[in-house]
C-alpha cells in the first residue's frame, strides 16, 4: 500500500493523464462539473511511478432547503472508481475513499452518498470503518442482448406504446438548446420539493448533452416537448439518471413511458447489453414507481447505497438504526 501516492485534484488544468473507460469518474464528467454553478468535481487519484492506477471522483454540490439546515453540500459519486487493473481495487478504493473522506469532512460536508456499487457488498468494511452506514436500495436491471425489448414489454406497456405511437406522440435525441432547456425545466419543476432527488443546474445538462457518452432524449407531441430523459452510455451499458414527463397536463400521452421506451430501443440499437434504471427508490413492498419501470421487462435488484454525515450524533443514531 506504501508504494501508492493519493492525491485530490478540484481544477481540471492540474489533472494528470486520467484512466478511461469508465464516465462517472472520468476528466469529462470532472470538466461538466466543472462548469456547473454550485458543483466542485473532487477527483482522488491514485499513482505509483508517477501513473495513475486508480481513480474516484465526487461531485459535491451546494443546495438549498425549506427545512434546517437551509444551506448545505452533499456529495455524491456514482460506484467504487476507476483502475487500470481490477485486481487492484481492492488495494486501492480504502486509500482512496479515506482520503476523500477525510477531505469531505474539513470541507464541513453535510453529508457523502455512495451509489451504484457493482457488486452489494463491495466495500462493505471499509465503509463501516470510516463510519457510513448503508441503506438499502433498488435498482432495475434489463438485458437487451438475449431478447429484443418489445418482447420483455408486459401487456399493459405494449398497449401503451402502440396507442401512443398511433396518436403521434415521437422521441429523438435533444441536439438544440431550446429542447435541453425545456427538459431541464420540467424536470427542476417535478423534483422541486422532492429532497432525496437533487438535479444540477442547467449549465449541467447542456454539457451533458454534448458528449458521445451522455445523452438527453425528450419526446414530443405535435412539435411539443412533453418528457426527456437522461442517459449515460459506457462499457456496454446503458444507464438512466433522470426520467421525467408532464403528469399534469399530458398523463394521458404517457410521456415518461414513451421516453424509457425510446431510450431501450436506443441502446438495443446501438449495441448495448444492459440498461440499468439506477434509482427504483426504496425496496418497500408498495413501490409505484418500482411497478412502473418493470413493465418495461427488467428485472428489480436490491443494492446498498452508503452514507456518512458531517454532524457526528446524526451519523452515530442513523449508523445504529441501519446497523445491517
Request: hydrophobic residues 40%; positive net charge.
Amino acid at each position: 500500500m506504501n508504494d501508492f501516492s493519493i492525491r485530490i485534484y478540484t481544477e481540471s488544468n492540474e489533472l494528470p493523464e486520467l484512466l478511461e473507460g469508465n464516465f462517472f469518474h472520468s476528466k469529462t464528467l470532472f470538466l461538466i462539473e466543472e462548469q456547473t454553478p454550485k458543483d466542485t468535481p473532487y477527483m482522488a487519484v491514485a499513482t505509483r511511478d508517477g501513473e495513475v492506477r486508480g481513480q474516484l471522483l465526487v461531485i459535491v454540490r451546494r443546495r438549498g432547503s425549506l427545512f434546517p439546515p437551509y444551506l448545505y453540500t452533499h456529495a455524491h459519486a456514482h460506484g467504487e472508481g476507476c483502475y487500470a487493473d481490477e485486481t487492484e481495487t481492492e488495494t486501492l478504493f480504502p486509500l482512496l475513499l479515506k482520503a476523500i473522506t477525510l477531505k469531505l469532512r474539513h470541507r464541513l460536508c453535510f453529508y457523502i452518498e455512495f451509489s451504484d456499487m457493482k457488486k452489494k457488498m463491495f466495500g462493505y468494511r471499509f465503509f463501516r470503518r470510516l463510519g457510513y452506514f448503508p441503506i438499502a436500495w433498488q435498482e432495475i436491471h434489463h438485458s437487451l442482448h438475449s431478447k429484443a425489448p418489445e418482447s420483455r414489454l408486459s401487456a399493459k406497456m405494449e398497449n401503451i406504446v402502440e396507442r401512443m405511437t398511433a396518436k403521434g406522440v415521437e422521441s429523438h435525441e435533444a441536439t438544440s438548446a431550446q429542447d435541453i432547456a425545456l427538459f431541464y425545466r420540467m424536470l427542476k419543476n417535478f423534483y422541486q420539493f422532492k429532497l432525496r432527488r437533487f438535479v444540477p443546474a442547467k449549465e449541467f445538462f447542456m454539457h451533458f448533452a454534448g458528449n458521445p457518452e451522455s445523452k438527453i432524449f425528450v419526446t414530443t407531441y405535435k412539435g411539443k416537448v412533453i418528457g426527456g430523459c437522461a442517459c449515460v452510455f459506457f462499457q456496454g451499458n446503458a444507464y438512466l439518471l433522470y426520467a421525467v414527463g408532464k403528469r399534469k397536463s399530458r398523463l394521458h400521452l404517457h410521456p415518461e413511458a414513451m421516453t424509457i421506451w425510446y431510450a431501450l430501443k436506443y441502446a438495443h440499437e446501438h449495441g448495448y447489453a444492459h440498461f440499468r434504471f439506477m434509482d427504483a427508490g426504496l425496496p418497500w413492498k408498495q413501490n409505484l414507481y418500482r411497478e412502473f419501470l418493470l413493465n418495461f421487462g427488467g428485472k428489480p435488484v436490491t443494492s446498498y447505497r452508503w452514507f456518512r454525515f458531517y454532524t457526528r450524533i446524526i451519523n452515530k443514531i442513523l449508523y445504529w438504526i441501519y446497523k445491517q
